[in-house]
């Protein structure tokens, strides 16, 4: 059997003011803006009164759009692989969806350095692209398998949902926005006195939108009372391969690993009828999933050139590799596979440049009451077998206010402490600690 060193997957899917309005109850009655959630109506829901627009964008703008989404997403590959031989997978797309939401309310500096790092569109053009493709991605799933499959052969669902906290003052302008053009109402939600509940709400919708693959998006402890806006995003992909493994074909057999040792694990064999292509660095093998709209791509580099390879990818390398691919019988070998991956976007954007929004922020599109990021999570799952695909993402947002922006003392050198009485001010102990250890 052919050694192999690396499997690298991109799936296409995944790439792929004015005055304030302040939390208030949402009319009697009012449905759930997300599809097939109902978690999120145990906090009140405030939704802009406009509908969600009609998808009416330039052509260029789309296509903008898309190239900037995928070379974001590469760069942040790069940053999220360094260093380390572990197992990667996330959503690009659900990335640059979830931070479009509050992008929407960055000015200055901070709307400099999130357009740059992200590859957004100017503010005027970017959110109407954003709604183009996004509902574009998300009517695939109603669209009718030319090959005739039924049920869930192919499911894409995709979602965003807001909370803020109660009485908290949103420009309207801004909901308007969310509304407009990202189908989001904002769930006004009490974090300063419950946050462990918000949590669990959070977490819950998290839930339901992705069939349960992310259960605990939002950590115990993320929320703090100084919380006052949480922006996410859920992505749920279920497909059948248009040409299935047999499953009794699967034995197995050693996969390599960069380092040179091995693992004993399930491989799938078939013999597709598929596009392929190879060049002296690789081979590449487009699997097509029922209703051809999306496509699982591996790149396999040859011997020796995994490192030279990865570090080559971007936009310009994928097009060109994609230009190459033909029609091909392939007699193919693919290990099963299913993991996690979790990426603190945070840490990673800041290397990447974007330091403005999580120090000095200026969030004023979104309230006149100063707000910065506090954390930003992403959680990805996937699994692969004989019958296809199914993958979960999630990127969360954790806004703060600024004015109560937290600090950090550590009393990791000599200090002085006393111990004072509240109300009269007394002094009752007094000293100093030097060496903890003496």
């Known amino acids: 059997m052919r050694r192999v ?13 004015g ?36 998808p009416a964008t330039a052509g260029d703008d789309l296509a903008t759009l898309v190239d900037g989404n995928t070379a974001f997403a590469f760069e942040l590959y790069r940053r999220a692989v360094d260093g380390n031989t572990e197992n990667l997978i996330f959503s690009p797309y659900s990335i640059s969806l979830a931070f479009s939401m509050p992008y929407a309310g960055a000015r200055g500096e901070t709307e400099r350095q999130m357009a ?37 052969a192919f499911r894409l669902n ?12 949103f420009e309207a302008a801004y909901l308007d926005t969310l509304a407009r053009f990202y189908g989001a109402g904002l769930r006004a939600i009490d974090f ?10 959070i977490n819950r919708w998290v839930a339901e939108q992705t069939a349960e693959r992310i259960t605990d998006l939002l950590p115990p402890g993320m929320i703090r009372p100084n919380t006052r806006l949480v922006l996410v995003n859920a992505i ?22 960069l380092d040179g040792s091995t693992v004993t694990t399930p491989l799938m064999r078939g013999s597709p009828r598929v596009a392929y292509a190879e060049s002296d660095a690789w081979q590449a093998v487009s699997l097509p999933y029922v209703g051809r709209a999306v496509e699982m791509l591996v790149i396999l580099p040859r011997e020796g050139q995994f490192a030279a390879v990865e570090s080559s990818l971007s936009a310009d390398m994928l097009a060109d590799l994609r230009a ?6 392939v007699t193919l070998t693919l290990p099963r596979w299913e993991f996690d991956s979790n990426l603190d976007l945070k840490e990673l954007l800041q290397q990447m440049g974007m330091t403005a929004p999580f120090n000095d922020a200026d969030f004023s599109g979104i309230s006149e009451r100063g707000l910065w990021i506090d954390a930003a999570l992403h959680r990805g799952t996937i699994t692969v077998d004989e019958e296809g695909t199914e993958a ?19 009393a990791d050198r000599p200090f002085i402490y006393a111990i004072v009485e509240r109300e009269t001010g007394s002094i009752l102990f007094l000293g100093r600690v030097m060496d903890p250890a003496a």
């Open 5 to 17: 060193l690396a499997l690298l997957i991109i799936a296409a899917l995944l790439a792929g003011c």
């Open 19 to 54: 005055a304030t309005a302040p939390a208030a109850p949402a009319a009697p009655g009012e449905p759930s803006p997300t599809p097939g959630g109902s978690s999120g109506m145990d906090a009140q829901l405030v939704r802009a009164e406009v509908p969600r627009a009609e």
């Open 116 to 152: 740059a790092t992200l590859r957004y569109l100017p503010q005027d053009r970017h959110h109407a692209a954003f709604n183009a493709l996004d509902q574009y991605l998300a009517s695939l799933s109603e669209q009718p398998d030319p090959g005739g499959a039924e049920g869930d």
């Open 158 to 169: 995709i979602a965003n949902a807001v909370w803020g906290q109660q009485g908290f003052p």
């Open 192 to 201: 300063a006195n419950q946050p462990q509940q918000a949590t669990d709400t």
């Open 236 to 257: 749920y992909f279920n497909a059948s391969w248009l040409f299935p493994f047999n499953e009794s074909m699967t034995e197995d057999g050693t996969f390599t690993r």
């Open 324 to 329: 190459q691919l033909g029609e091909r019988d």
């Open 392 to 410: 979960a993402a999630a990127t969360a947002i954790v806004m703060a206010e600024s004015a109560m922006m937290p600090a950090e003392l550590r």
